[in-house]
């Protein structure tokens, strides 16, 4: 098995390089509290404005690719604005409570 698959799939990749090349962001996110869920960042928050899919980007301080959206524990296709979500994300990126995240199309 490709080792850079496992370490992909256990989040271990300390050296990655995510670009926003939109413009524009599609939405924006707000986070409510932060957890670590099989060695991936989750953030749980509401869209406050626009529409997200999972492979957007969230940006803040760094970019990570939007691997999964969860609403009431169940996978979902998408999230709106006023939608109360989890976000599990490709990479970490810092965030704190409260902070505001713009949402970039792939």
């Known amino acids: 098995m490709d080792v850079s698959f496992l370490k992909r799939l256990l989040g271990r990749i300390e050296d990655h390089e995510v670009e926003v090349v939109s413009t524009k962001p599609v939405g924006k996110f707000r986070v409510e509290k932060t957890l670590k869920v099989i060695n991936r960042q989750v953030l749980v928050g509401e869209v406050t ?49 409260g902070e505001e995240l713009e949402i970039y199309q792939s």
Not at 51 to 76: D, W
């Open 49 to 97: 404005e626009g529409l997200i899919y999972p492979g957007y980007k969230v940006k803040g301080k760094a970019v990570s690719p939007i691997m999964r959206i969860e609403r009431s524990h169940k996978r979902v296709d998408f999230a709106v604005a006023g939608d109360r979500v989890a976000l599990m994300l490709e990479y970490e990126i810092p965030c704190e409570e």
